[in-house]
Every structure is written in structure tokens, then in C-alpha cells.
């Protein structure tokens, strides 16, 4: 079926200069209550279009490899072509994990680049900052991400719920994408863990495989969308509000 193939787009100048970028957007959206959280709104705009125009107004970015459910592929041709986003090279679907589906965008990457970023697509209001920062700590390290400090008390409990230990907040960070991976030594941590699909992101692997992973500084309106609650604070933070 046509739904079920991968859309491949002419590169165009716009594309050409910096680093691509592959938006991991293939999830079940299991805890939104039947709505594809890719295509609910944010003041009237799908949130998965919110992301791909944070990356096409990117300066740092070159090109976009866009990872989707094989049911919405036709849908997400349809939307990007409506907005514009000049910037799209490949359309693909994902795998049955996420780690799966970053490695269906990473057959997409050209042959010579050397870096990539990996971002959620459920996360629309990435900034051109954090893009820029972790775009520019893969100068010197395999491996990038944003994060943001960690504000609450965080205590380590048992399966009963069980407090074991509360942890020193002051070492720990909450972990955001984009992420950016040299691609060459990402393809190299892959073979080293083996079974990727017990990692929840991508610079895991690369510290399981033992590169160095620097983090730059992330954003706290950088939210991934979740629920549906995460819908109204969306937009409550693009209205400015608390």
C-alpha cells in the first residue's frame, strides 16, 4: 500500500549546510486516551508540525528525517507539504521500539555526514538555543544531550514503594532531546551493547559503550507531550503563562 512506503524528497539549497536531524515520531501514544499526540493541537497547529518548523527555521540544521507509524505516513505528507517544510528529506517507518525507529532514520542519513541529532517529535517547543548548543558540543564529544536540573527531592524506593535513599539533587539532571551522536562512533556503540532496545535514549548507548556524553543546557518549557494536560500547558507557555 502506498501508506506503507517511505517518501523520499528532492534536496533542495535550503537543505544544504548543517547537520540533519532524525524526529522519532512512530509511539503508540497509549497514554493520551486513543489520540495520536502527533496530530492533536497546540493553538491550532498538530504538535508534530510544531517540531519539524522548529528544526526548518534552524540554522544548525540541514535536512530532516521524519520517522512515523506506517498508518500515518500519507497524513504526515500531506501535513508537512501544507507547511511548508522545505527542509524534509525522507519520510520512514518505524520500528516496534524507539531505538528501532532511530536506526530506520539512521540508514537515511548521506553517506558524509558525520553527526546527527535524535529528537522526540512529541517535543514541539524545542528552542533554535538548545538546537544550537548541542550542535555545537559534538565539535568535541561523540555524544550530546540537554538537560535540565533536577528541582525535587528524588528518593530511590523498592517495588513496595519503600524508601531506600534520597540522592544528592545537586548531581543529577533530567535528560531532554535533541540528542546528537557522531554517527560513526554511534554505529560503533551499537554493535558494542548489542540489544539496543533496552535503552531509553540514545546517549545511554553511547555511555554503555563507553564514549564520553557532555550536557549542554536544556530548557524547562522543552516538555514532551504526554498526556493530554500537556496539550493546555503547551499552550499556556506559548501564551507566556506560568
Known amino acids: 500500500m502506498k501508506t506503507k512506503t517511505a517518501f523520499k524528497y528532492e534536496i533542495t539549497e535550503k537543505t544544504r549546510g548543517g547537520?540533519?536531524?532524525?524526529?522519532?515520531?512512530?509511539?503508540?501514544?497509549?497514554?493520551?486516551?486513543?489520540i495520536n499526540k502527533q496530530l492533536a493541537e497546540i493553538s491550532?497547529?498538530?504538535?508534530?508540525?510544531?517540531?519539524l518548523l522548529s528544526f526548518e527555521n534552524s540554522e544548525e540544521i540541514s535536512n530532516i528525517i521524519l520517522v512515523v507509524r506506517a498508518d500515518d505516513v500519507f497524513t504526515l505528507q500531506l501535513l508537512t507539504e501544507k507547511y511548508g517544510i522545505s527542509k524534509l528529506t525522507d519520510i520512514v517507518c518505524g520500528g516496534d521500539t524507539r531505538q528501532e525507529s532511530v536506526l530506520k532514520g539512521l540508514s537515511r542519513v548521506a553517506s558524509d555526514d558525520q553527526g546527527v541529532l535524535i529528537h522526540d517529535g512529541a517535543r514541539p517547543l524545542v528552542s533554535k538555543a538548545?538546537?544550537?548548543?548541542?550542535?555545537?558540543?559534538?565539535?568535541?564529544?561523540?555524544?550530546?544531550?540537554?538537560?535540565?536540573?533536577?528541582?525535587?527531592?528524588?528518593?530511590r524506593v523498592d517495588a513496595s514503594g519503600k524508601v531506600l535513599e534520597t540522592l544528592d539533587r545537586s548531581n543529577l539532571v533530567a535528560v531532554q532531546t535533541p540528542?546528537?551522536?557522531?554517527?560513526?562512533?554511534?554505529?560503533?556503540?551499537?554493535?558494542k551493547v548489542g540489544d539496543v532496545s533496552r535503552f531509553t535514549d540514545d546517549t545511554s548507548i553511547m555511555e554503555a559503550a563507553g564514549f564520553e556524553v557532555l550536557t549542554v543546557e536544556g530548557e524547562?518549557?522543552?516538555?514532551?507531550i504526554t498526556t493530554k494536560s500537556d496539550i493546555a500547558f503547551a499552550e499556556g507557555l506559548l501564551e507566556g503563562k506560568e
Not at 220 to 224: D, F, G, L, V, Y
Open 179 to 191: 540528542q546528537g551522536v557522531n554517527i560513526a562512533d554511534y554505529r560503533a556503540a551499537i554493535e
Open 130 to 155: 538548545i538546537i544550537k548548543n548541542v550542535v555545537l558540543g559534538l565539535e568535541n564529544y561523540s555524544a550530546v544531550t540537554c538537560a535540565v536540573s533536577v528541582v525535587d527531592t528524588v528518593k
Open 19 to 34: 547537520i540533519p536531524v532524525i524526529i522519532v515520531a512512530a509511539g503508540s501514544s497509549t497514554r493520551m486516551n486513543g
Open 220 to 224: 524547562r518549557s522543552n516538555i514532551k
Open 44 to 51: 491550532g497547529v498538530p504538535v508534530i508540525i510544531r517540531t
